[in-house]
């Protein structure tokens, strides 16, 4: 059984089948008002087999490859596995306000929480465990907005005009030790840069523009002055080789800090001021080089008909990431790009793999080069998606996209993740869609989420606005993950055919529902979702 499914035999031989089923995914990336929930493909030959984790609704579930669930647990919204076989998860199913974190046991049994409970402070949206080599010891960074009074904006340089500033904040990361004491802070209040007020701290100084300081973020963007939620920062990530950290913000702009070289064993203060000064500054910065006048921003061209990115690579994006060692591409960034603030005129998601090493001839420096030093070049569509030219950054070596717009596309939340065998694992957030492709964009696996908040769980997703069966973030382990080791993998039935009894939306009293979908030799049915890889 898969996806609660009865198998059919075929003559046909595996290979061959596969093929034929490949094919056919590929021709049915069409739009539909209703489509089939749970597992939709399978290609056993060149997905990566092993264990996927997402939270829906305040439920965890790990299934395997069929959609079968193998273990569940109350959960926040963003929950990962540790290697000690724990879970570590936000406090609330809320990413933009979860207060803490916790670590439940195989069992959901609470065996660490940590509550930030300083006035001023709100966490959101991302937290990574990380090993201190400097403490030799665990923490936890996450990000948390810090609020910034009215009188701490003008001091810093921002502009009276544009005022007042009550009720504004700034992301920060927050480092915490295992009894959950702050070892280490960074802000990005502390990496500001401002040329509207020559008497104020953060000035460019005579002769000097915002593009000189392409290290800090201009504290008066146009447009954009400070507010709540300034740069809603949603995902960050630890390189433990280099001791760097990488945040995101949702407006198109990931940057790159030094851990390692500001932080002070068992002196949190000072390692706090470390991070505050010049050697906290931006290491790297990817995706809106209008934001440090290096670029040109998107805007409206001729007759109000035609827009144009400019030189912004990304917007809305999600889920940054170094590529863990020893997989394909590692050392060079990941990062989901929700296609948002583009001015594109068909709008669409993508996968980047960045490698921010890169010069303008290609070459691999081994060290950080400026975006714009590494230059562009025009990529044109096929003139059926009516989209413009793009400008790319060189330093994109790879993306993923759906052939059709309508394939995939979410306009916040999601992420991705390389596997061991060079596929992607992508979490399409706003209709619950999972799926993995190859290197060359071929579909591999595909899995749509049946928990919603407004119909229960459903066998059947009908038209229902973005968010029903939303998932954050999933993450795929492989089935010797220290993380399993020794546990009950034993398949429990779905989600909907044997975990819970499912109702189905297309079914009424004056309807009987008859499922119609022709069944592949891998067991799922073949449904009327967009897919990628058409």
Not at 3 to 12: I, P
Not at 58 to 84: A, C, E, H, K
Not at 92 to 120: C, I
Not at 379 to 397: L, Y
Request: proline share 7%; net charge neutral; glycine share 10%.
């Amino acid at each position: 059984m898969a996806g609660g499914c009865e198998m059919k035999r075929t003559l046909l031989g595996t290979s061959l089948f596969v093929v034929f089923a490949s094919l056919l995914a590929s021709a049915l990336a069409y739009e539909s008002l209703q489509g089939p929930t749970e597992l939709l493909y399978w290609n056993k030959e060149k997905a990566y087999g092993g264990y996927t984790l997402f939270a829906a609704h305040g439920m965890t579930y790990l299934i395997d490859m069929q959609g079968q669930v193998v273990n569940t647990w109350r959960s926040g919204t963003s929950p990962r596995f540790l290697d000690n076989g724990h879970l570590l998860d936000a406090t609330r199913d809320d990413p933009s306000r979860f207060q803490g974190f916790r670590e439940v046991d195989w069992n959901g049994k609470t065996v660490w929480e940590h509550v930030e409970k300083r006035e001023g402070y709100a966490p959101h949206h991302d937290f990574v465990r990380i090993f201190n080599r400097k403490l030799n010891a665990p923490t936890t960074l996450y990000i948390a907005n810090k609020a910034i009074t009215h009188a701490q904006a003008i001091a810093a340089g921002c502009d009276p005009g544009k005022g007042p500033y009550d009720g504004a904040q700034m992301d920060a990361i927050v480092e915490v030790d295992m009894s959950g004491r702050v070892v280490w802070e960074w802000w990005f209040f502390d990496h500001v840069i401002q040329d509207v007020s020559p008497d104020k701290p953060n000035h460019v100084g005579k002769g000097k523009s915002i593009a000189d300081y392409p290290g800090r973020i201009n504290l008066n963007l146009p447009g954009r002055p400070l507010k709540r939620d300034w740069l809603h920062c949603n995902s960050l990530d630890y390189n433990a080789e280099l001791g760097q950290i990488v945040i995101n913000s949702v407006q198109g702009e990931f940057y790159v800090i030094d851990h390692g070289n500001t932080f002070i064993p068992g002196d949190a203060a000072g390692s706090i001021k470390l991070a505050a000064g010049p050697k906290g500054d931006f290491l790297y910065r990817f995706g809106d080089p209008a934001r440090y006048g290096q670029g040109d921003p998107p805007r409206i061209l001729e007759d109000w008909t035609n827009a144009t990115s400019g030189h912004k690579q990304m917007g809305g994006t999600h889920d940054v990431q170094w590529i863990k060692p020893g997989l394909p591409g590692a050392g060079r960034f990941l990062i989901f790009n929700n296609g948002q603030y583009l001015f594109d005129r068909t709008s669409q998601s993508s996968i980047l793999e960045i490698n921010g090493f890169l010069d303008k001839n290609g070459n691999d420096t081994g060290r950080y080069v400026n975006p714009p030093d590494a230059g562009y070049k025009q990529v044109r569509f096929h003139h059926d998606t009516h989209k413009p030219p793009k400008v790319v950054s060189n330093q994109i070596v790879w993306s993923y996209q759906s052939k059709s717009p309508q394939g995939f596309s979410s306009h916040i939340g999601s992420g991705a993740q390389r596997l061991p065998n060079g596929n992607t694992l992508v979490c399409s957030d706003t209709e619950g869609h999972f799926f993995e492709v190859t290197a060359g964009g071929e579909l591999a696996w595909e899995y749509v989420c049946p928990v919603t908040k407004l119909f229960g769980t459903v066998k059947v997703l009908p038209d229902a606005l973005p968010m029903t069966n939303s998932v954050f973030r999933c993450y795929r382990y492989a089935p010797d993950h220290p993380a399993l080791k020794g546990k009950d993998l034993t398949p429990k039935g779905t989600i909907t055919d044997a975990f819970r009894r499912a109702p189905d939306p297309r079914a009424s009293e004056n309807a009987q529902l008859i499922d119609s979908r022709p069944v592949r030799e891998d067991g799922a049915r073949r449904g009327k979702r967009g897919r990628p890889g058409g």
